[in-house]
């Protein structure tokens, strides 16, 4: 019976195609993590386990993510423990040794583990087997902090502490248990919130790897807490034509930072706000007060990569289901694991990309709506001819909906207002009145308070 599992899943922020300098692992060393630790495959359930097989030269393979991960665990300095509202002194050993005293064997499941939740989580531990972790094949797209994380993450299961559903966030609605009730709860999420907290606080740490940490414990804040720590709460993300971007809570907006151009991209990214800059090819995270490094991540690369005049063309980025997509004024890409796809827009004369119900769609400068079915990414049936044009042209620059079947937009004026169930522009909003606006994102969840830790 698997009913009882303590599942992470994966963080879109985390899976990420990263080119860097192979380094080999160290063959003494993962002699000694393999006297310490039992590391096999699940290969049956009946079967013997066998052994894994390990590349220790080959950095994107599962094996070598783990002890990459372990080694780094043992190679932290001193962590910066500053208790207060963010450092709760959940965990007061090293984290090396609370890996180790937690952790005894580590099993990897193969592809078709029905216990990996359809792909969806990162790794998981079941309740009364002991100190067993089971890692599954999606945590090969960590990098090394998260994978680092997923092995704080999955400690603290050992002693318990389950999840519950969402009732926010990426797993809201599903039946996937992704939350803990709150960050005092001191559950798993709490745990490895905590460590990236210390990581983000210690100065040498390498640069890159605190903000990804600050970024990491962001993320979690906002995401996997039903219970919102410092005043964390939902809302939109405004964008206005002058390029200032803020947060509105369905009742008062607040200006949260103002873009370098006003038609920069913005996006949300693993439910942190992103920014696309078009005049300088950067690709950043919102934290709080100011930018995150630069993200890495495939789009952010092709994203730099283009050359000036037609990144001055960028239209939007949309992540739907398990594919992104790239769209200039005269070029679309997207991408679904291998299959990428890519058309010259011709006809279409795009301002943004929309999904309607499971289809992708592009919104042309006359409003007409272009979709197209997902299921032809990586088919000849990709193609611009392909894209059906809708019947009528849409009074709508942006539209979210924002609770069960309220929605809000921003009509063609870029005036922000309440729209019906079947899209029809209402009431304008009052607190945004007299602005003119041209994107809105979310429902998503922020707090001011979550200052910089
Ligand atoms: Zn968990």
Redesign the pocket.
């Known amino acids: 019976m698997l009913s009882v599992l303590?599942?992470?899943f994966v963080s879109a922020a985390h899976a990420e195609d990263t080119a860097s300098q192979v380094v080999c692992l160290d063959a003494t060393r993962l002699q000694k993590i393999n006297a310490q630790f039992k590391v096999i495959i699940n290969t049956d359930p009946q079967g013997v386990p066998a052994v894994p097989a390990l590349d220790p030269c080959d950095d994107q393979g599962i094996a070598y993510k783990l002890y990459q991960a372990i080694m780094f665990l043992e190679d932290l300095p001193a962590l910066t423990i500053r208790p207060d509202a963010y450092d709760l002194n959940m965990m007061t050993e090293l984290p090396y040794k609370f890996f180790a005293d937690h952790v005894e064997t580590i099993v990897f499941e193969l592809a078709d583990s029905n216990a990996c939740s359809d792909g969806n989580a990162a790794a998981f531990v079941r309740r009364g087997e002991g100190k067993v972790m089971h890692i599954c094949p999606a945590s090969s797209a960590s990098d090394l902090l998260y994978m680092a994380t997923i092995l704080i993450?999955?400690s603290r299961?050992v002693d318990g502490f389950p999840?519950q559903l969402c009732d926010h966030g990426r797993w809201a609605g599903v039946m996937f248990r992704g939350c803990d009730p709150s960050y005092e709860f001191k559950g798993?999420y709490g745990i490895e919130t905590e460590f990236n907290i210390r990581l983000a606080r210690t100065e040498t740490i390498a640069p890159e790897m605190r903000e990804g940490a600050r970024g990491l414990a962001v993320a979690t804040f906002l995401e996997n807490f039903n219970q919102g720590p410092f005043g964390v709460r939902k809302g939109l993300i405004t964008q206005r034509a002058d390029g200032d971007i803020g947060f509105f809570d369905g009742q008062i907006t607040e200006s949260l930072f103002k873009l370098p151009h006003p038609n920069d991209v913005v996006v949300m990214r693993a439910n942190l706000t992103t920014v696309y800059g078009l005049s300088d090819g950067s690709v950043k995270s919102y934290l709080n007060s100011t930018f995150n490094v630069e993200t890495g991540g495939l789009y952010a690369k092709t994203f730099r990569d283009l050359a000036p005049e037609t990144r001055q063309d960028m239209r939007d980025v949309l992540y739907v289901k398990s594919a992104s997509c790239f769209l200039t004024a005269k070029h679309l890409r997207c991408d679904d694991g291998p299959k990428t796809s890519e058309i010259d827009l011709l006809t279409i004369r795009p301002i943004r990309l929309v999904q309607i119900a499971d289809y992708l769609a592009i919104q042309d400068v006359d409003g007409y709506i272009y979709t197209i079915n997902p299921a032809s990414f990586g088919t000849p049936a990709f193609a611009e001819s392909a894209f059906t044009r809708a019947a009528a042209p849409l009074n709508t620059l942006s539209l979210v909906t924002w609770e069960k079947t309220a929605k809000i937009g921003i009509d063609n004026n870029g005036v922000v207002r309440h729209y019906g169930v079947t899209g029809q522009p209402g009431e304008p909003i009052p607190a945004l009145a007299g602005t003119q606006y041209t994107k809105l994102i979310g429902p998503t969840w922020w707090s001011a308070h979550l200052a910089d830790f």
């Open positions: 303590f599942a992470l993450h999955e299961h999840h798993a």
